[in-house]
């Protein structure tokens, strides 16, 4: 008779424990599909980044010296040339360092994620034993 009223006056408090077990649970897989989705974000942004750092590292030298021979307009100024340059050198350091950025970003999504699975799957280890008793 004692053990079906420990019974009895244990059961609700299994299931209100269980209740939050789910209810955390299902709020750590919403913080997941998040933590994914910036991710998933974060390495699209990489890889464009590094796209547009890989052309302008690939293009050719903005000057053209002019030739005698095939002048069929006006010839680009040095200074422009230069400047040029030093804008394009800045660009790569500029993309260099947003990669940089970038790549450490998505390291820590990455930490937060296998984090994030952990509690998941702690939870529900210790939620097993509820369900056996």
């Known amino acids: 008779m004692k053990q079906i009223l420990f019974l009895l006056l244990i059961a609700p ?36 980044t590094q796209e547009m750092r890989r052309m302008d590292m690939q293009n050719a030298p903005l000057y053209v010296p002019p030739s005698e021979a095939g002048k069929s307009g006006p010839a680009p100024e040095y200074e422009d040339f230069i400047e ?10 500029e993309y260099s360092a947003d990669l940089d950025r970038l790549y450490q970003h998505y ?16 939870l529900k280890q210790s939620q097993n034993p509820i369900q056996e008793e």
């Not at 040029?84 to 350091?93: A, P, S, T, V």
């Not at 820590?108 to 702690?122: G, T, V, W, Y």
């Open 13 to 48: 408090i299994v299931a209100w424990a269980q209740a939050d077990v789910n209810e955390e649970i299902y709020r750590l897989e919403e913080r997941l599909v998040r933590v994914q989705e910036e991710t998933q974000v974060a390495f699209q942004r990489f890889q464009m």
């Open 84 to 93: 040029g340059e030093k804008e394009k050198h800045q660009r790569i350091q």
């Open 107 to 122: 390291r820590e999504l990455e930490e937060e994620r296998k984090s994030i699975i952990a509690e998941i799957d702690q």
